[in-house]
């Protein structure tokens, strides 16, 4: 059976379609078996993030009401053998979509995989429920900015009245001169203010999700390794700030 993951955020911007998609292409191109579900029913978009949306022929609302069988709905990627998209709602985005309905879907298609992804709209209104209410685990999706901060912060406490398996947190946007200069707070602060364990750090790093499709940042592979195997080995996002030449980066980026 499956592990139901959704990636969520509380806030919207902060990448989690972006770390939803990449995180699914390392687990594949690690040999598992992964389904990426959209959750988002309103502003969907996981399939052209992907650049499958040519090869979407159902949705998972065709599935719900009976227009076409689960199978029939997946799209394989192209560069993944392992990996399926399942879109979500293409047509009607104002149609209601109950948590039971989506959950009987993903439960039926748990057995063929090793991961289910769902990318969790933004916000924590009923299409967060719906998310969550069909996962297990959940990785909440931040950056060290406090408002976001104070976002995460407020999913997490609802994500706990679900009494998921697995709560995690995913920094992104950290950018590693102002760690060092103890302008933001570091990987354990932001741990213990949201009283949930950091699964991985990004970087900021404009290469990420950008250039050749899946082009996988070393930060995703550690963060995939931590996923598959419970470790919490974390990214080192100061590395390109160390040293004399690291120096002169932090401070020629300081001036800009």
């Known amino acids: 059976m499956a592990r139901k993951i959704v990636i969520t955020s509380g806030k919207g ?9 990449l995180l699914s292409a390392r687990l594949a191109e690690r040999g598992e078996r992964v389904l990426l579900c959209d959750g988002d029913f309103g502003l969907n978009n996981v399939d052209i993030c992907a650049r499958v949306e040519h090869l979407v022929t159902y949705d998972i609302v065709d599935v719900i009401e009976g227009r076409c069988r689960a199978k029939q709905a997946l799209v394989k990627h192209p560069d993944f053998g392992n990996l399926y998209i399942l879109s979500s709602n293409n047509t009607s985005p104002e149609r209601y979509i109950s948590p039971q309905a989506v959950k009987l879907v993903l439960d039926g298609l748990s057995p063929q995989f090793d991961f289910i992804i769902l990318d969790c709209p933004a916000g924590l209104d009923d299409g967060f429920h719906r998310a969550v209410a069909c996962a297990d685990e959940a990785i909440v999706v931040t950056t060290p900015h406090p408002s976001a901060l104070r ?69 995703v592979r550690v963060l995939a390794s931590n996923l598959t195997t419970g470790r919490r080995k974390l990214y080192d996002v100061t590395k390109k700030y160390a040293g004399l030449w690291g120096n002169f980066k932090r401070v020629l980026r300081k001036r800009l």
């Open 151 to 219: 976002d995460a912060d407020k999913t997490l406490a609802l994500l706990k009245s679900y009494h998921l398996k697995e709560l995690s947190v995913v920094i992104n946007r950290y950018r590693g001169d102002l760690l060092l200069s103890g302008e933001c707070l570091s990987p354990k602060e932001i741990s213990e203010l949201l009283k949930a364990p950091i699964l991985g750090l990004l970087p900021e790093d404009y290469s990420i999700g950008e250039g050749e499709l899946f082009s996988i940042h070393p930060a």
């Open 13 to 21: 911007g902060v990448g989690k379609t972006t770390l939803a998609l």
